[in-house]
């Protein structure tokens, strides 16, 4: 079985590297413009801004593999995804297109207007993305349901590609870092075309279609605790963000979270697809599938903590992704600061399979609540204090994911004790 399980995940895992290798790219290019620490502090508000929206989104593939396992809910959740979207695009489109929209944008993050300008003009070109980014996610879930798993790491891998080669046109080009950012994502929309073309030719409907009156009531409640869970992930750096830039010469230490955090979730990032492996695997066999989890988590973490303890950091940020010297040295002791994140990232996994597979996934949301709420009052308390820098930051975003992994697991335990079962 362990095999079965290495088979399916692994694809998923390169998938993940995939899309994190993107970011890599962005950082290295944003890295060799001029001003390098003003473009990727700039791409971090911009990004952020993005990711609060686009981030609901992250779990419409574990919502479709778990969901849709026949027509009628296939269809239905194509629809509850379009119109998901559709909404999340109104706020996007008026904080790039509107004055009021920038207003609150800027003090959302703590920024001025210098700053603002090119993060609304990032927000605008960016904004009809969030519909493509959705149904690219909705065929991914179909996908890998059919646990055609290769297929999806081809396909990231091929929009990898496509990006990497825009970005590195535009720098070379002369296009403006906005520009250049912006029409790499173009990709996505290569992505989405080639994944309705795999999912026509290669999907087969569930064997065991479980489901089939499945109502819109139904899917949203599954639905909106997990979209909170990553609404509440993407708005953790905004929050660090906008106490950091309140700091003296604070574009360096924002530029080196950055591409620090971007870094580190190549190692955070394929333990994320344990959600992936549970909600296939899972019911059958949990404790398999857990063994599994442990084994690949140890490796993982001792790699982390390998690359951040030797010079090897100091080849990845300085060399590899191009930051000055200053940036590339604050990245490393983010980096060494996040090493814990690994572990705790696989527990909260562990208990947000058992949410999915149980279809009781309300949580999911308490446990991002409580993340964001630990993560400001420590922001908070430290920039009180004169203790707030890069690597307090790190660490706070730790003892942010400590703090989900706990709610999680806490109330998972809730709902498995023998007086609730009971009572149900």
């Given at each position: 079985?362990?095999?079965?399980?290495?088979?399916?995940?692994?694809?998923?895992?390169?998938?993940?590297?995939?899309?994190?290798?993107?970011?890599?790219?962005?950082?290295?290019?944003?890295?060799?413009?001029?001003?390098?620490?003003?473009?990727?502090?700039?791409?971090?508000?911009?990004?952020?801004?993005?990711?609060?929206?686009?981030?609901?989104?992250?779990?419409?593939?574990?919502?479709?593999?778990?969901?849709?396992?026949?027509?009628?809910?296939?269809?239905?959740?194509?629809?509850?995804?379009?119109?998901?979207?559709?909404?999340?695009?109104?706020?996007?489109?008026?904080?790039?297109?509107?004055?009021?929209?920038?207003?609150?944008?800027?003090?959302?993050?703590?920024?001025?207007?210098?700053?603002?300008?090119?993060?609304?003009?990032?927000?605008?070109?960016?904004?009809?993305?969030?519909?493509?980014?959705?149904?690219?996610?909705?065929?991914?879930?179909?996908?890998?349901?059919?646990?055609?798993?290769?297929?999806?790491?081809?396909?990231?891998?091929?929009?990898?590609?496509?990006?990497?080669?825009?970005?590195?046109?535009?720098?070379?080009?002369g296009l403006r870092a906005v520009h250049t950012l912006a029409a790499s994502l173009a990709s996505w929309l290569v992505h989405l075309v080639l994944s309705y073309v795999f999912y026509r030719r290669?999907?087969?409907?569930?064997?065991?279609?479980?489901?089939?009156?499945?109502?819109?009531?139904?899917?949203?409640?599954?639905?909106?605790?997990?979209?909170?869970?990553?609404?509440?992930?993407?708005?953790?750096?905004?929050?660090?963000?906008?106490?950091?830039a309140r700091l003296p010469e604070s574009e360096p230490a924002i530029a080196s979270l950055r591409i620090a955090f971007d870094f580190a979730l190549i190692f955070h990032n394929p333990l994320n697809?344990?959600?992936?492996?549970?909600?296939?695997?899972?019911?059958?066999?949990?404790?398999?599938?857990?063994r599994f989890m442990i084994r690949v988590t140890a490796v993982v973490t001792v790699v982390m903590i390998t690359v951040a303890a030797t010079p090897l950091s100091k080849l990845v940020f300085g060399?590899?992704?191009?930051?000055?010297?200053?940036?590339?040295?604050?990245?490393?002791?983010?980096?060494?600061?996040?090493?814990?994140?690994?572990?705790?990232?696989?527990?909260?996994?562990?208990?947000?399979?058992?949410?999915?597979?149980?279809?009781?996934?309300?949580?999911?949301?308490?446990?991002?609540?409580?993340?964001?709420?630990?993560?400001?009052?420590?922001?908070?308390?430290?920039?009180?204090?004169?203790?707030?820098?890069?690597?307090?930051?790190?660490?706070?975003?730790?003892?942010?994911?400590?703090?989900?992994?706990?709610?999680?697991?806490?109330?998972?335990?809730?709902?498995?004790?023998?007086?609730?079962?009971?009572?149900?």
């Open positions: 079985m362990q095999r079965r399980y290495w088979q399916f995940y692994w694809p998923l895992a390169l998938t993940g590297l995939t899309m994190l290798l993107a970011r890599q790219f962005e950082n290295a290019t944003l890295g060799r413009y001029a001003n390098a620490a003003r473009e990727l502090a700039v791409f971090a508000f911009a990004a952020s801004a993005f990711a609060l929206l686009n981030a609901s989104l992250a779990f419409v593939p574990q919502m479709t593999a778990v969901l849709a396992r026949s027509a009628r809910a296939r269809k239905r959740c194509l629809r509850l995804t379009v119109a998901v979207c559709c909404v999340l695009t109104v706020p996007l489109v008026l904080a790039g297109f509107t004055r009021t929209g920038a207003l609150l944008l800027g003090r959302l993050f703590g920024i001025g207007a210098a700053v603002q300008v090119p993060v609304t003009h990032y927000l605008r070109l960016v904004s009809p993305l969030l519909v493509v980014n959705g149904l690219r996610q909705y065929y991914t879930g179909l996908l890998i349901q059919a646990k055609r798993t290769g297929v999806v790491t081809v396909l990231n891998g091929l929009m990898l590609v496509i990006a990497g080669a825009v970005l590195l046109a535009g720098l070379h080009s290669l999907y087969k409907p569930a064997t065991d279609p479980e489901l089939k009156c499945l109502g819109y009531g139904a899917i949203l409640s599954f639905f909106w605790p997990v979209a909170l869970t990553s609404l509440m992930f993407a708005l953790s750096r905004p929050i660090l963000y906008s106490f950091v697809q344990f959600r992936h492996l549970f909600v296939m695997y899972g019911r059958e066999d949990a404790l398999g599938v857990r060399e590899l992704l191009g930051a000055p010297a200053d940036i590339a040295a604050m990245a490393r002791q983010v980096l060494w600061a996040g090493c814990l994140i690994p572990l705790i990232v696989t527990l909260r996994n562990y208990f947000h399979g058992l949410a999915m597979v149980g279809r009781s996934t309300l949580g999911m949301g308490a446990g991002g609540i409580g993340r964001i709420a630990v993560i400001y009052g420590a922001a908070l308390a430290c920039f009180s204090f004169g203790v707030l820098n890069h690597i307090t930051a790190a660490a706070i975003l730790t003892l942010g994911f400590a703090a989900e992994a706990i709610v999680v697991a806490c109330l998972s335990r809730f709902r498995a004790s023998p007086s609730r079962q009971a009572r149900a």
